[in-house]
T-cell receptor, first 115, second 111 residues
Framework: GAGVSQSPSNKVTEKGKDVELRCDPI?????LYWYRQSLGQGLEFLIY????????KSGLPSDRFSAERTGGSVSTLTIQRTQQEDSAVYLC?????????????FGPGTRLTVT | GQNIDQPTEMTATEGAIVQINCTYQ??????LFWYQQHAGEAPTFLSY????GLEEKGRFSSFLSRSKGYSYLLLKELQMKDSASYLC????????????FGGGTRLMVKP
């Protein structure tokens, strides 16, 4: 079956503009995660959704970042008033459930460049 | 919070064995994952350890010692295609099962 998909694959935006990044998880996966990977760095957790529960937003770096998940499937990460330090690859992952034994499957990422 | 350390870069020869170490400091440890990430691609799952000991999967093995906060990924019979970054990640209890990643180890396999 299809894996995790993300769109767009690349996004170049001007400083101060808003951007929306989309993630389509694997069908049937109830847990969805957003991570950010800056150049040459490890992955940084941003936000986590599990089913219909309130998301865990503990990793969001500022109130310019928000995310929603509609119908327990597709998720959108929104960055308002983008800054140059927001430039990174934004990775989405999903897992069958948020149980400890379930691995996370990653999408190809969206490379965001803020000029 | 969690602190995860792994070497930044390693170089090894095709056909050889390489061990990539990862140390972590965390409370509520609930599993350690290794992912492989080729340049410009998404991380792909390699292994999962939650109990002490060695998990073997083909050419790749992963070891965990919870008392020492230590894991390693062992790659045998290295191939050129194994050149990639290897990411160590820790999961903690009551943290939404999100993963905290180390900075990754960039492995270069030379002929």
């Amino acid at each position: 079956g299809a894996g995790v998909s993300q769109s767009p694959s690349n996004k170049v935006t001007e400083k101060g503009k808003d951007v929306e990044l989309r993630c389509d998880p694997i069908s049937g996966h109830t847990a969805l995660y957003w991570y950010r990977q800056s150049l040459g760095q490890g992955l940084e957790f941003l936000i986590y959704f599990q089913g219909n529960s309130a998301p865990d937003k503990s990793g969001l770096p500022s109130d310019r970042f928000s995310a929603e998940r509609t119908g327990g499937s597709v998720s959108t990460l929104t960055i308002q008033r983008t800054q140059q330090e927001d430039s990174a690859v934004y990775l989405c992952a999903s897992s069958l459930a948020a149980a400890s034994t379930y691995e996370q499957y990653f999408g190809p990422g969206t490379r965001l460049t803020v000029t | 919070g969690q602190n995860i350390d792994q070497p930044t870069e390693m170089t090894a020869t095709e056909g050889a064995i390489v061990q990539i170490n990862c140390t972590y400091q965390t409370s509520g440890f609930n599993g350690l994952f290794w992912y492989q990430q080729h340049a410009g691609e998404a991380p792909t799952f390699l292994s999962y350890n939650v109990l002490d000991g060695l998990e073997e999967k083909g050419r790749f093995s992963s070891f965990l010692s919870r008392s020492k906060g230590y894991s390693y990924l062992l790659l045998k019979e290295l191939q050129m295609k194994d050149s990639a970054s290897y990411l160590c990640a820790v999961r903690v209890l009551n943290a939404g099962n999100m993963l905290t990643f180390g900075g990754g180890t960039r492995l270069m396999v030379k002929p």
